[in-house]
């Protein structure tokens, strides 16, 4: 992150403020267009082996692919994304913010050339996606009501999201695969220090709890214990214990067989430290 802040200090003023909203009216704009003209989501779609072949805006109108095609499910879409983008931010700041998006952009540009014959449908939504996963990560209780009906704590559709994610990267097609790995990038380079440090603290955490578990056990421990029947001083605090100087080691008994025993011969587990 030193790098990040470096890069701030001198490029900040090139940064683009309320970026989810410039991009949320590019898709719109694509979205209403597309009504009139279907072939333009074809032609402005990520296509490697077109970008290859001079159609290098490609590069920019991928951003502006609308990932829905229902209009319902493309305003919750975009209402969700305007939604955690702004926060993220307000949060951020706008450059911090700016990268966050470029990285994971370049990412999904660089890993489609490795199946440069295959177009990435939707390249935006994984752009979006990763915004979804970073809102989560920092706001995990936030409330989203599905619908604007049912409510359900964000982290929970993280949690699938991730899964869904792994599901993909076993089954999916190479395009698939490559492209939930670019779009995960930008997360772990801002998040993947904070995840390490929870993980130690976390372990940390239970090794001391496991310490004082085990303290707990010990001092629970009866400091009498009869050698006959096995009571104790924590199942009878007032009984008199005794010990036996005939008994060979630390022998206790209760009252009742102080002298009703067999003496021990060989010394037993000790029963008074």
Not at 2 to 26: D, Q, S
Not at 100 to 109: D, E, G, N, P, S
Request: glycine residues 4%; hydrophobic residues 50%.
């Amino acid at each position: 992150m030193n790098l990040l802040r470096k890069l701030e200090r001198k490029l900040a003023p090139f940064a683009i403020p309320n970026l989810t909203l410039v991009l949320i009216a590019g898709q719109v704009g694509m979205y209403i267009l597309a009504q009139v003209r279907p072939d333009i989501l074809e032609a402005a779609g990520l296509l490697p082996r077109a970008i290859l072949a001079g159609e290098v805006w490609r590069i920019v109108t991928s951003l502006f692919t609308p990932p829905m095609t229902n209009p319902l499910f493309a305003f919750f879409f975009w209402y969700l994304f305007w939604l955690m983008g702004t926060s993220l931010e307000a949060y951020w700041g706008t450059f911090r913010y700016n990268m966050y998006l470029l990285i994971c952009h370049v990412a999904i540009i660089g890993f489609s050339f490795i199946t440069p014959d295959q177009a990435v449908t939707f390249a935006s939504g994984f752009l979006q996606t990763s915004v979804f996963l970073a809102f989560a990560y920092l706001n995990p209780e936030f409330l989203i009501y599905i619908f604007f009906i049912l409510p359900i704590p964000i982290k929970w559709l993280a949690l699938v999201t991730w899964l869904g994610y792994a599901y993909t990267l076993v089954t999916g097609p190479w395009v698939a695969r490559l492209m939930v790995i670019a779009s995960v990038c930008n997360f772990l380079l801002f998040f993947a220090r904070d995840i390490i440090e929870r993980i130690k603290t976390a372990r940390r955490r239970m090794a001391f709890q496991a310490k004082q578990f085990a303290a707990e056990r010990a001092r629970d421990e009866p400091f009498h214990r009869c050698l006959v029947c096995g009571i104790t001083d924590h199942t009878h605090p007032k009984m008199d214990f005794r010990y036996c100087p005939q008994c060979k080691g630390t022998c206790g008994y209760c009252t009742e067989h102080i002298f009703k025993h067999e003496h021990v011969v060989e010394s037993p587990v000790a029963t008074k430290p």
